[in-house]
């Protein structure tokens, strides 16, 4: 016994030496790079160039957020940093601005140019990781970041690897998160990366690359930004210019006042306690609220239709399929579309055991992206013991047959710039049809117009006679709209 009392002793006098030496080189490596990019002495600092800014998790090809329907081009990119403390609570620590030139998207007329803003509050960078990570995750924020915050170092193939857990940062499940830079034989900051809970991904890996350096007015900027999420390219920017410590800080730290004086807010909506449900037909309901679902009794299972715009509604539309239709599992889901405002309820749909139904176009793409783990966000899926995430993917067209006859038809809506893989759901027999994302109301642009006359003539071997849409998003009042209702959208045909 006391033999293993000294051996155990002894190991965690080494472990203990070993990681008070990982610090104590962490922190040579560190100030080594400080000092080498100009950073000891900045205190705030402003860059501008160009950017090219993507549509991570709506892009029309869900795994190339830089599709060319997708890319805002910022002809004059600038963004300011103050790493300072914040005059106030609201007070703007970084901000980064400029016009923009929208994608121009095939059938849909010239976007008009707009204004890119991101702004991070004092407040939001010290207690909001999702916009606090823009801040950290900068060469010069990470190396602050790093000296502050007891980092420790690797090596890796041929550049030091330092990572550190920032200070009263804590995930949704209560656990920290890491930062990790990639330091080269220069000193200089080649990447940085963290993880940050979402509702797709999960534990999601968000990369910044720096490359390109140039000193500029004393301080080492990178010229190429390239930003990654889930190892997909969401933005990247060419620098060209940059100033260490700017004298006019405040002035570039305050955005131009709002068109109308702004206002608005309020109180939030407080989340109903469950969705209501509408019976549609016989073993068929529909489950209300935004991102409306429809659960179909198949005899010995419940075919679903979206699983909703978040893990909690996700949760709450399976509970509510299995209440309307009880005593049987929810075996398959269908997915409108893969933009992560109707696929963050899939993770739920996964821990419930259900096979994900979406077009083939983005099944691999989103089976890779569901299937990591959820541990930051503490989702039903990271707690559902031994599920995993099926993706199946569906052709231009699929018929589903319950063993009870009921029969469920999946159509891709082909002309849609939207999304490459938006389907409709069509039952025959209640001559009902579900879409996500096609208006039912108000003024259609040029490209949901198309989509429309898609959906009203969408045919294989004869034309979908639905009688009413079940729109995604509710309407006002919530409700099915007749067909007739839908077709006065469409403009009437021109004539010679």
């Not at 909690?312 to 539309?317: F, K, L």
């Not at 009203?456 to 009413?468: F, I």
């Given at each position: 016994?006391?033999?293993?009392?000294?051996?155990?002793?002894?190991?965690?006098?080494?472990?203990?030496?070993?990681?008070?030496?990982?610090?104590?080189?962490?922190?040579?490596?560190?100030?080594?790079?400080?000092?080498?990019?100009?950073?000891?002495?900045?205190?705030?600092?402003?860059?501008?160039?160009?950017?090219?800014?993507?549509?991570?998790?709506?892009?029309?090809?869900?795994?190339n957020p830089m599709h060319p329907n997708n890319v805002t081009r910022v002809t004059q990119y600038t963004r300011t940093i103050d790493f300072g403390q914040a005059a106030n609570p609201m007070a703007l620590v970084s901000r980064a601005t400029g016009p923009t030139q929208p994608p121009v998207v095939p059938n849909v007329p010239p976007p008009m140019p707009g204004v890119f803003n991101q702004n991070i509050t004092g407040q939001q960078a010290s207690t909001n990781w999702g916009q606090a990570l823009n801040i950290w995750t900068t060469p010069w924020g990470f190396l602050k970041g790093a000296a502050a915050n007891n980092a420790t170092v690797r090596q890796q193939g041929g550049q030091q690897v330092v990572s550190?857990?920032?200070?009263?940062?804590?995930?949704?499940?209560?656990?920290?998160?890491?930062?990790?830079?990639?330091?080269?034989n220069q000193n200089l900051v080649t990447k940085v990366e963290t993880r940050v809970e979402n509702a797709v991904v999960g534990d999601l890996l968000v990369e910044f690359e720096y490359s390109s350096y140039q000193n500029l007015n004393g301080v080492q900027v990178p010229g190429r930004i390239v930003q990654k999420q889930a190892g997909l390219q969401t933005f990247d920017a060419a620098i060209t210019a940059a100033t260490a410590n700017?004298?006019?800080?405040?002035?570039?730290?305050?955005?131009?006042?709002?068109?109308?004086?702004?206002g608005g807010g309020g109180a939030p909506a407080q989340q109903a306690a469950g969705p209501a449900v509408n019976k549609l037909g016989e073993g068929v309901f529909w489950i209300g609220g935004n991102y409306a679902s429809i659960a179909v009794d198949m005899g010995d299972h419940i075919f679903l239709v979206e699983s909703g715009g978040s893990d909690?509604?996700?949760?709450?539309?399976a509970a509510a399929a299995k209440q309307a239709i009880p005593g049987k599992p929810i075996r398959f889901v269908v997915n409108s579309h893969p933009h992560f405002d109707h696929a963050s309820g899939l993770r739920a749909a996964a821990a419930e055991g259900a096979t994900i139904l979406m077009h083939r176009n983005s099944a691999d793409a989103m089976e890779r992206l569901l299937s990591g783990p959820g541990t930051l966000g503490g989702d039903s899926l990271s707690k559902a013991a031994g599920r995993r995430v099926n993706v199946q993917g569906i052709g231009d067209r699929e018929v589903r047959r319950g063993s009870n006859g009921k029969v469920v038809e999946i159509h891709r809506v082909a002309a849609s710039e939207h999304s490459d893989s938006q389907v409709l759901v069509y039952l025959p027999a209640e001559k009902l049809a579900y879409t996500a994302d096609t208006p039912v109301a108000g003024m259609p642009n040029p490209n949901q117009i198309q989509v429309?006359?898609?959906?009203?003539?969408?045919?294989?071997?004869?034309?979908?006679?639905?009688?009413?849409?079940i729109p995604s998003h509710a309407i006002n009042p919530e409700r099915a709209v007749p067909r007739a209702e839908v077709q006065k959208l469409l403009p009437a045909p021109a004539t010679n």
């Open positions: 016994m006391l033999l293993r009392a000294l051996t155990a002793a002894a190991l965690a006098v080494t472990l203990f030496t070993m990681g008070v030496a990982a610090q104590n080189n962490a922190g040579a490596v560190v100030a080594a790079a400080s000092k080498a990019m100009g950073a000891d002495t900045l205190n705030a600092i402003t860059y501008s160039g160009t950017a090219r800014n993507g549509a991570f998790g709506q892009s029309k090809a869900i795994g550190f857990s920032p200070a009263n940062f804590k995930s949704p499940s209560g656990q920290t998160y890491t930062v990790t830079g990639y330091i080269n700017p004298g006019n800080l405040a002035e570039l730290l305050t955005p131009p006042p709002a068109p109308g004086g702004g909690a509604r996700g949760q709450a539309v429309l006359r898609s959906t009203l003539g969408l045919s294989d071997s004869q034309k979908l006679q639905w009688e009413q849409m």
